[in-house]
T-cell receptor
Framework: GENVEQHPSTLSVQEGDSAVIKCTYS??????FPWYKQELGKGPQLIID?????GEKKDQRIAVTLNKTAKHFSLHITETQPEDSAVYFCAARKAGTALIFGKGTTLSVSS | DAGVIQSPRHEVTEMGQEVTLRCKPI?????LFWYRQTMMRGLELLIYFNNNVPIDDSGMPEDRFSAKMPNASFSTLKIQPSEPRDSAVYFC??????????????FGEGSRLTVL
């Protein structure tokens, strides 16, 4: 089955800096790659996703890139703010299956 | 919309006791998922249902775990007997759409289980 590796497990940045989280997946048939943000005491929420026919997608300060050949995808957050502090999960899925998540990255943004 | 509703939010029990976690998916969603979150293993898929039918339960740890979805608006995850290593946050999530793979996953707020 699919296996998703996520790095780093923790990331600390200063407010205004950029943050990058990287994931690799094992199943070349996977075609959907979402990112979820989990705030303390809450369930994860979708923040951005990308499908395998697209190499990059951007939504204001967040962007996701996908390299199908290398089987890795990344989340980029620019101009980080304290409210970006949370746990971020990447995930992957192929047709007819459920999302498989990475282990998460705890992002801390200090002001 | 009320979102995915899980109960209880917190449960503390003793080893050997039966635990039942409950989930009400978003109305109209036809796929329901149970995930378990721990520090060591992150978010693990336990089981998912499509149109109330279990599709993949390969993530269920062992026979002590069972899940049911008797109708489109209710699911349970049962652990019997519970063990300390079952301590985790259990999330229920649902998604809509005609086909399983489409649609955003909407998570509940989770049930935090502590087994002493």
């Amino acid at each position: 089955g699919e296996n998703v590796e996520q790095h780093p497990s923790t990331l600390s940045v200063q407010e205004g800096d950029s943050a990058v989280i990287k994931c690799t997946y094992s199943d070349s048939a996977s075609n959907y790659f979402p990112w979820y943000k989990q705030e303390l005491g809450k369930g994860p929420q979708l923040i951005i996703d990308i499908r395998s026919n697209v190499g990059e997608k951007k939504d204001q300060r967040i962007a996701v890139t996908l390299n199908k050949t290398a089987k890795h995808f990344s989340l980029h957050i620019t101009e980080t703010q304290p409210e970006d502090s949370a746990v971020y999960f990447c995930a992957a899925r192929k047709a007819g299956t459920a999302l498989i998540f990475g282990k998460g990255t705890t992002l801390s943004v200090s002001s | 919309d009320a979102g995915v509703i899980q109960s209880p939010r917190h449960e503390v029990t003793e080893m050997g006791q039966e635990v039942t976690l409950r989930c009400k998916p978003i109305s109209g969603h036809n796929s329901l998922f149970w995930y378990r979150q721990t520090m060591m293993r992150g978010l693990e898929l336990l089981i998912y249902f499509n149109n109330n039918v279990p599709i993949d339960d390969s993530g269920m740890p062992e026979d002590r775990f069972s899940a049911k979805m008797p109708n489109a608006s209710f699911s349970t995850l049962k652990i019997q007997p519970s063990e300390p290593r079952d301590s985790a946050v259990y999330f229920c999530a649902s998604t809509g759409g005609r086909y399983l793979v489409k649609g955003e996953l909407f998570f509940g707020e989770g049930s935090r289980l502590t087994v002493l």
